[in-house]
């Protein structure tokens, strides 16, 4: 059974910083690309950061970009995302997704790309 358990989540001060990680279990997914998403109350889920199978090809909305990196250790069927420079808008339910495979170096942003979804961990950014 195929499994995305997000961790990390909590409560950040504006301009900290913290780290969300994503464990897979269920079957490898080195030639899977992995992505954060996140919902705010009354949002769409929207796209956040993807990582391509590899970990040669990294994509980020323009509204994180310069302040989050995606990352992924294969090893360890684990991906990462570090969180710097937080804004109170970027409170949401930060989720993990993994696509269908065969992304060795494509990286989807769109959300019917994703095939397999954790659980989602909350994330509350202070000013």
């Known amino acids: 059974q195929v499994q995305l358990v997000e961790s990390g989540g909590g409560l950040a001060q504006a301009g900290g910083s913290l780290r969300l990680s994503c464990a897979a279990s269920?079957?490898?997914?080195?030639?899977?690309?992995m992505g954060w998403f996140r919902q705010a109350p009354g949002k769409e889920r929207e796209f956040v950061a993807g990582?391509?199978?590899?970990?040669?090809?990294?994509v980020y909305a323009d509204s994180v970009k310069g302040r989050f990196t995606i990352s992924r250790v294969n090893a360890k069927n684990t991906v990462y995302l570090q969180m710097n420079s937080p804004k109170p808008e970027d409170t949401a339910v930060y989720y993990c997704a993994a696509d269908r495979g065969n992304s060795y170096v494509y990286v989807p942003r769109e959300r019917v790309r994703y095939e397999y979804w954790g659980q989602g961990t909350q994330v509350t950014v202070s000013s």
């Open positions: 269920g079957r490898t997914f080195s030639s899977n690309a």
């Open positions: 990582i391509s199978g590899t970990g040669g090809n990294t």
